[in-house]
Nanobody
Framework: GQLVESGGGLVQPGGSLRLSCAAS????????MNWYRQAPGREREFVAG????????NYANSVKGRFTISRDNARNMVYLQMNSLKPEDTALYYC??????????WGQGIQVTVSS
């Protein structure tokens, strides 16, 4: 299986970005999907998650109300809409797929930089 992120880049504080993650090589609709991030010198941290059907989402407190995770099982895609971005959101963002008793999948990561 493979996960490939896209949509990162440089944005000013207060701006928006939409990350996309394309899945292939596994049964996407049976996997819960997550976004993690890792800033320089810090541990990788959970950002947002969505269940396999899309019925339930959850967020880190630091992004709640600003970020929205969604998925399209027909297209094998998961998204992270990021609004009101702050400099502390600067990190490498990773897409993750997780399912009980099945392999975990990780993307290669994509850089998001929030700076004026």
């Amino acid at each position: 299986g493979q996960l490939v992120e896209s949509g990162g880049g440089l944005v000013q504080p207060g701006g928006s970005l939409r990350l996309s993650c394309a899945a292939s090589g596994f049964t996407f609709s049976t996997y819960d999907m997550n976004w993690y991030r890792q800033a320089p010198g810090r541990e990788r941290e959970f950002v947002a998650g969505i269940t396999n059907t899309g019925g339930t989402t959850n967020y880190a407190n630091s992004v709640k109300g600003r970020f929205t995770i969604s998925r399209d099982n027909a297209r094998n895609m998961v998204y992270l809409q990021m609004n009101s971005l702050k400099p502390e959101d600067t990190a490498l963002y990773y897409c993750n797929g997780r399912s009980w008793r099945r392999p975990d999948y990780w993307g290669q990561g994509i850089q998001v930089t929030v700076s004026s």
